[in-house]
Structures are given as structure tokens and as C-alpha cells.
């Protein structure tokens, strides 16, 4: 097993673990505000758009219609907080950990923005949740590959549609 994935694993095993955070509100339009302007650490790549930056490779993925940034809050949460593994050339951008440079507020505000933007919809994401992620994630030293992020979304997917299914008779 090679270094890059040793390193992974305790991440794997937290975010399998994770109960899904509670769902907060919709965002109101001072955090919306506060999310334009702290998102521009995330246009760098993604693109005041949203789209990502037209490279080619793409500097990093559209955001538009994304899973990961409208999955449970915890999961793109963490993606800000501990980054993104490059495994492949599909994106020519390895997603940074932006834990070290944007505060539990910023960080809140941003995802709240680019979950509402775009034809995004989904919950606002509190800086309580950030900061409860950065404690229970504060071990985890490196990046998780894609993958990780995109089975526990389908997870949390899963386990919500069955909660909210009706129970047999």
C-alpha cells in the first residue's frame, strides 16, 4: 500500500463513522453577502462562476450541480478543511486545505454561498458545524482522495432516503 494511501486511511474511517450533522436553514442574504466575498479564496480555480477555470485540463471542477458541495454539510465542509488528493490528471489543480487560512465564519459563509448559487439548494452550513468538523478532524494531516468524499456522500444519500421511506406494514 503506498504512502499517499496510508495516509488517507484514518479520514476514511472518520468520515465512516460520521453521523450526518443536524440540517440547519436555508442561508440568509447577509450570509449570502459575507459567502460572495469569502468565496473568492475558492475562484482562484473554481471561477467566480462557479464553472471552474476553462483550462485543460479544468483547473478544478464546476461546482455547478455538484453532489459534494450540496452533500451533507460535514462532507464539503471537511473537502475545505483538509483538501483534496490528486490521484489523476483530470483536473490540472490539486484542491488546497484551506483550513489553515479561513476562519469557522468564512468558511460557513462560503460553502452557504456556493451551495445557494448556480441552481445549487441546499442547507446553510454554521460555523458551528466548522468548527465541530476541525475538532473532530484535527488528526487528519493530509488530503483525502475524491473517492473518499464521493462514497460517503452516497452513503449519507442512501441512509437519508431510507429514514424518510415508509415503514413496511
Known amino acids: 500500500m503506498n504512502?499517499?494511501?496510508?495516509?488517507?486511511?484514518?479520514?476514511?474511517?472518520?468520515?465512516?463513522?460520521?453521523?450526518?450533522?443536524?440540517?440547519?436553514?436555508?442561508?440568509?442574504?447577509?450570509?449570502?453577502?459575507r459567502g460572495k466575498a469569502a468565496f473568492n479564496t475558492c475562484a482562484a480555480c473554481h471561477g467566480a462562476d462557479g464553472k471552474g477555470l476553462p483550462t485543460t485540463p479544468p483547473m478544478a471542477p464546476s461546482l455547478i450541480g455538484s453532489k459534494l458541495a450540496t452533500a451533507p454539510s460535514e462532507i464539503p465542509i471537511t473537502i475545505v478543511l483538509k483538501g483534496i488528493q490528486k490521484l489523476d490528471a483530470k483536473f490540472l489543480g490539486v484542491m488546497a486545505p484551506l483550513g489553515s487560512v479561513m476562519t469557522?465564519?468564512?468558511?460557513?459563509?462560503?460553502?452557504?454561498?456556493?451551495?445557494?448559487?448556480?441552481?445549487?439548494?441546499?442547507?446553510?452550513?454554521?460555523?458551528?458545524?466548522?468548527?465541530?468538523?476541525?475538532?473532530?478532524?484535527?488528526?487528519?494531516?493530509?488530503?483525502i482522495p475524491r473517492v473518499g468524499y464521493e462514497k460517503k456522500a452516497a452513503k449519507l444519500e442512501a441512509d437519508a432516503k431510507a429514514a424518510s421511506a415508509p415503514a413496511p406494514k
Open 104 to 143: 469557522d465564519d468564512q468558511i460557513a459563509d462560503a460553502l452557504s454561498y456556493l451551495r445557494n448559487s448556480w441552481g445549487n439548494k441546499a442547507d446553510a452550513v454554521t460555523p458551528a458545524e466548522v468548527k465541530a468538523a476541525r475538532e473532530k478532524f484535527k488528526d487528519i494531516n493530509a488530503p
Open 3 to 33: 504512502r499517499s494511501r496510508l495516509l488517507s486511511l484514518p479520514l476514511f474511517a472518520a468520515l465512516a463513522l460520521a453521523a450526518p450533522t443536524s440540517r440547519a436553514a436555508p442561508p440568509d442574504e447577509a450570509q449570502l453577502a
